[in-house]
């Protein structure tokens, strides 16, 4: 279970951000996962309550902003890529090897009281 585990960190990382703001609860939060990355957001949804149970977290709701993978095409610059088609420009199909996005997961926003 790789989502429990990342919903654990992301309830350690919440609750650092409430210490730091001296806030008690945390009414939601908005985390932003790459489409590219190997976490599946419903999987992360669905473990978060059990991670939060007990926690500041507890009841908070989880809000997932998925980010398109982005690459970089020699001819067309930034271009927004296709899973289905992998690492490969949309237009010429050129590879594009380096994701400029879409792989990222991070805590985006947290709704405090
Ligand atoms: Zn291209």
Redesign the pocket.
């Known amino acids: 279970m790789h989502e429990a585990s990342i919903a654990l960190s992301l309830v350690d990382l919440a609750r650092d951000v409430l210490r730091e703001h001296g806030a008690g609860r945390a009414t939601s939060l908005t985390v932003r996962i790459g489409e590219w990355s190997s976490v599946v957001p419903e999987a992360l949804q669905a473990a978060f309550p059990a991670s939060a149970h007990g926690t500041p977290l507890e009841g908070a709701h989880l809000n997932v902003v998925r980010v398109p993978g982005v690459g970089e ?4 610059g930034p ?1 927004e890529l296709e899973l289905a088609r992998g690492l490969r ?1 949309p ?4 590879p594009t090897p380096q994701l400029l996005q879409g792989d990222e997961l991070e805590l985006d926003e947290l709704e405090l009281i």
């Open positions: 095409c020699p001819e067309h271009v420009c237009t010429c199909g050129a």
